[in-house]
């Protein structure tokens, strides 16, 4: 903690005192911060707020809940008011209904009595809390878990999927002499150029005549091969000696078993960038979903995220709290693996 | 019996041959060292004979049956790499057992042999450990292990001391000779270090440029050297030349480039007037002394204590040096004189480099 503290403070000016450069590297810095950090926290916050204060302006920053109050004769909880000016100042009253600029009210203590009270002499009694139901509803009225399965279904096996044909792909372009194999390389390497849009009909046609559409292989199979991973993992198995493999090949060890055994093993932190690369496309991956999967329940939950927008309403704070647990495993890949994911591109495409 | 046979094997890439046509009989149980200078193509002709590299023409055999088409894997053969090629995400028990582990070998099994070998080379200490936390001469020990382990017919070396400094070498190359005595297999062994060829091998051959120039045991090979690179390349330092011509008047007389004459130390070859040759002595036959015939400037002057080194030039600026015993008064700008023992000269033709025997 003591090093985290002192990394973190560590000023060019001596003594603690502040050198202009470090006014300015921290104030870039700080400026980096808020720009990344502050439309998720903005998210964050949002996902917290219920329908009314999401629509409220001039928004808060903060999530607050207006308090209620369980008033005899009333099946809901009436929010409560402080009466600031009026007949009724210096009154606490709960709110029945609105009706133009006239609020129907009732005082907890005595049911029985309606008071109209003029709108503006009313101030709302609010404190800082969770909307929380944002969240339970998911589980509740909307089937989240299903479509939290289906991406992560999507992810995981479109990974595997991925790791397995790039790497063997890469392989045989990196270890092998053979007869067409640079021309193979370019192709491979100028489909990178293509961009997906382009062959978007085609692919379409393709995934429906294999009867692929509607199911979650049609996400998983047509983009399980990447030119990028590739190339990315032929680069850094070119690293690999062959006098490795030769020295394998004289301890009598297949082709196969020298794939599996010595050039996997070799390339973990290739296949570990690849891997990573390829969860956070699988799992933001929205235009192709969008068009293989047309039935609810196999909805990814980008394609859900996107059934909440409506044509008529957008339930915001739902889908500001599915954003928000859709952007968590990510948010998780990224924490943990990040630092293969500098050490990896460093020691592949960078160089 | 694992002899080694090549007949007649060349490889070419493309239209560059690199190997053109060697012939070579290594006899089991024999130490056999490819020498040669850097792109001889040593290190291919090995890698054709452990069969990583297909081979364009003749034949290889071993044990009496042609491997042309023979797998690496499947010759019996085991290599120790210039570079080790350990695998580095395995730890030297894995790198050793791996070969074993591919051929079926049971677990128990694997665990003995393992056990033996490491003792043997004494890396039975390292045995978790993993290649990047071992020395360079902690690297070949294991490297040397994983070829042993599984006791292969041959045994095939590619410039394995060239990563390892000058004293871990020499070390190595004792311990190497030693495992030779002990297992009694057949080695090939490529290296650029005439030295150790010398030092190693039962039988060298001497390589240039795809082409076997010859093959013999270190001594025949450095008293009768085919030619004047076998002369020039066994020895350290290396052999002087001093070029000159047979005398037209006196076919015993031996001309230098210098004007100075020589006696030609026999007359058995087949001399005629005018023919240029060139002598050949080694530094340690070629001694000051006053009544010499031939005369150089000492250039410079290494003292070893129990060596001393003289190099220098001839008038027409041929290089000269002198290897004597002892130490020596002899000092840099000097001009002294110089002569051999007719005995210890060597001659060869100019044109082809090729000896002429004295007889």
Redesign the interface.
Known sequence: MGKIASFLTATRGKNGRMDWTDWVSYGYLLMGVLVIFGPVLWLLMSSFKDEAEIQRFPPRFLPYTQETIEVEGYDTPLALYDIVAGEFEGRRLAQIRRVGLVAQMVDPNEPDVRLKVDIADREAIESVGLATENYTELFEKFSFLKFFWNSTFITVVATAITLMVNSMAAFGLSKYQFRGRNVMLMIVVGSLMVPQTVVLVPLFIVTKELGMLNSLWGVIIPAAATPTGVFLLRQYMLTI?D??L?????????EW?IFW??IL??SVPAIAVLAILSVIWRWNDFLWPLIVLSENENFTLQLALNSFQGEMTTKWSNLLAMTVLTLLPIACVFFFLQKYIATGIASTGGK | MAGVGLRGVRKSYGAVEVIKGIDLEIAHGEFCVFVGPSGCGKSTLLRMISGLEPITGGDIVIEGEIVNNIAAADRGLAMVFQSYALYPHMTVRQNLSFGLENVGTAKGDIAAKVDAVSKMLQINELLDRRPKDLSGGQRQRVAIGRAVVREPRVFLFDEPLSNLDAELRVDMRGEIGALHKRLGNTMIYVTHDQVEAMTMADKIAVLRSGELEQFGTPLELFNNPTNTFVAGFIGSPKMNFIKGHVDHADRAMLVLATGEKVALPATGFDQKPGQNVTLGIRPNDLQPAPSASLSMVVRSVEQLGTDSYLYGGLEDGTAITIHSPGQTQVTPGEKIHVGAAAASMHLFDTESGNTLRIS
Request: charged letters at 40%.
């Open positions: 000696p006098e490795i030769d020295a394998a090949r004289m301890d009598k060890a297949s078993k055994r010595i093993p070799l």
